[in-house]
């Protein structure tokens, strides 16, 4: 089932955490600043930044388990990215899908192999594949031949793969413009395990998972751009809880919409003082750079005890809010941890 109405309906009542869409916040504690910058890092969920400093780090938080789980996905050289003057050309459009199959939930009790052998289809539209994710050997992408359509071979069994697509909702061609209804253009994933089917206009924004009965799953994410230029992405990592202490751990990577890593971020999550739910965490670029301080709120969803939401934003050097963040954890049925998937975007003048 879908769960994507409750999320946005708790995510609209935080409104301390709430999606940023306007200017920076005017607002910056300018006398914390040196403070922040200069204390030892100690994470602390009591914390007003999460115990975390402005420093730059070295490459990959120096985790080379990081560095090797997350490393740059494949570009993929589609045919259909350009325009074809035998095939018409397709317009530009800002809508990207990201979907992940397999162990997500890093699941060691998965031990079978499974096909995901299978296509993604459009109709009516185009399909543009930027990137592979993870695929193997074994794994590969059936040679095109419609921009309609989008087929592979995969196989996983303790890991994942998946794909990165822009997602074309109108075609062209020298004789004729055909406009596109959001309602009624239908985009299918279809594999053995999983077939599902969504509509042009329930992809801006969506975060769905489907949990098989034996641990493996799909995850599907997309990111719409706005008109203006305006920084958006992907979120997508792991986490586990700490045995010492109530919460526990993140980490993972950020991207931009079409895939191309911007960097790491790693934190922890847990239940403060006051009794709030909350995540802090750290943004570095791919250098070690900082880039933010990560702070929100997450919960769980109400029918659904293996997964929830979080939502929150990150601020600058300056404690500056700079950007918002949303998305859904999942929890795995044999261990204690799970994955996460979602997006970021700056604070632009003009977007919604």
């Given at each position: ?106 699941d060691a009790a998965i ?102 009965d034996d641990g493996n ?136």
């Amino acid at each position: 089932m879908n769960r994507l109405p409750v999320f946005l309906l708790i995510f609209m009542m935080i409104a301390s955490l709430a999606w940023v869409t306007g200017c920076r916040s005017p607002q910056a504690p300018a006398s914390g600043i040196g403070e922040i910058s200069n204390r030892q890092q100690s994470p602390d969920v009591n914390d007003e930044y999460g115990g975390y400093n402005t420093r730059d780090e070295s490459t990959g938080f120096g985790d080379e388990e990081m560095l090797g789980e997350f490393a740059e996905d494949q570009v993929y050289d589609d045919p259909f990215a350009t325009d074809a003057p035998e095939l018409g050309s397709v317009s530009d459009h800002g809508l990207f899908l990201m979907i992940t199959w397999g162990n997500l939930h890093r699941d060691a009790a998965i031990a079978h192999l499974t096909d995901w052998s299978g296509s993604l289809s459009i109709d009516p539209g185009a399909i543009v594949l930027k990137r592979t994710i993870r695929f193997e050997a074994n794994d590969r992408i059936i040679p095109r031949t419609q921009r309609e359509v989008l087929a592979w071979e995969s196989t996983t069994g303790w890991g994942m793969d998946g794909i990165l697509v822009r997602i074309i909702p109108r075609l062209s061609d020298t004789s004729v413009d055909v406009a596109v209804d959001p309602e009624n253009t239908i985009i299918t994933f279809q594999t053995d395990p999983v077939k599902v089917d969504f509509t042009l206009a329930q992809l801006p924004g969506l975060h769905r998972v489907i949990t098989l009965d034996d641990g493996n799953a799909v995850a599907f994410s997309a990111v719409k751009l706005p008109p203006v230029p305006c920084p958006h992405g992907f979120l997508r990592g792991a986490w586990h809880n700490n045995p010492e202490r109530p919460g526990g751990e993140f980490f993972g990577r950020w991207a931009t919409a079409d895939g191309e890593i911007k960097g790491f971020l790693k934190g922890i999550y847990g239940v403060n003082d006051d009794g709030q739910k909350v995540f802090f965490g750290k943004m570095i670029d791919r250098t070690g750079r900082f880039q933010g301080i990560m702070r929100g709120r997450w919960g769980n969803h109400p029918a659904d005890e293996h997964g929830g939401w979080f939502a929150g934003h990150w601020v600058d050097r300056n404690l500056m809010i700079e950007g918002g963040l949303k998305g859904e954890w999942h929890r795995s049925p044999h261990c204690n941890g799970g994955f996460f998937r979602g997006m970021w975007a700056k604070n632009c003048e003009g977007t919604i």
